[in-house]
């Protein structure tokens, strides 16, 4: 079994990107007029790695942001995970950051989250030289094999628990009753944090969704999380929701997958709406199509006004 970092830090920043900044990068965080919002430019971070003919095994988002400093000042925030070593990395952070300079005539921000293994690979700029004309570009990097578990816990921003539940799904890659049980502390670690329901659901996706686990031993998970949310130990988070969905699509079939997605549109019509939400769907129930379903429950999701 393959575990997938990719997917699940794209949506955790998407979620959380103001939280990312402050718990990674204090210092940038303190510059920017948050205020104002951001805006995500993922079409135009897709027009310029088109350009750059290397390899995309990675997460990068780019960000407009606003700055405290004069009126009206923006400016370009390119954010890059690294799971995995990699010798041209430095060479694509630079490739990507002059890229948006030309794109954009200014100078953008490059930020790098080292999420890798190996506790060695540091790298934090590029640099060449040819007859006297020299680039020197340095860019800050954050190292998650530097962040210890016990002062993870103890911290308030919710990509302190997408920190943890990335390193101990690493320490746990070929030990799935390890993983099982350590994900089971995460899950629970969510509410001895006292996090918001709506924190708590978009946490949990994350940590189920990267802390992945073969189906048996998934099966135990869903039966302790039952067992826990019964005693009322686990509220909001109830086993509809995973099993309809991230099942329906295990099971192969186009009547699995519609089953799934529309459990989980209506439980969380139910979570964010209460009752009345239900009412919404006897009208969704008539959608045949998978893409519309899909569209309309991942902007359920993103809907931050719960009940």
Sequence with gaps: MS????????????????????????????????????????????????????????????????????????????IDVQSQSEDDFPKRMYV????????????????AVL?????????????????????????????????????????????????????KTQETAKDDPKRLKEKLQIVRHLYRKGFSKQDILNLFRFIDWIMDLPEDTDRIFSDELEAEEKEGKMPYITSVERVGYKRGFQEGSQKGILEGILKAIGLGLELKFGKSGLRLMNKISEIGDLETLDAIYEGLRKVSEIK
């Design 115 to 167: 999420s890798d293994t190996d506790a060695t690979w540091r790298p934090s700029g590029f640099r060449q030289e040819l007859m006297g004309c020299r680039v020197n570009f340095r860019f800050p990097t954050v190292k998650l094999t530097d962040y210890k578990y016990e002062e993870l816990e103890k911290s308030d921003n919710p990509f302190a628990v997408v920190v943890m539940a990335h390193l």
């Design 3 to 78: 575990d997938d970092y990719d997917n699940p830090w794209k949506e955790a920043i998407e979620q959380y990107f103001k939280e990312f900044v402050a718990f990674f990068f204090p210092k940038a965080y303190r510059k920017i007029d948050w205020s104002k919002g951001y805006v995500f430019l993922d079409k135009e971070l897709r027009k310029i790695t088109r350009k750059a003919e290397i390899s995309r095994k990675y997460v990068d988002k780019l960000v407009q942001v606003w700055l405290k400093k004069g009126d009206d000042v923006w400016a370009a925030i390119h």
């Design 96 to 111: 990507y950051n002059y890229r948006l300079f030309d794109r954009y005539d200014r100078h953008a921000a490059s930020f």
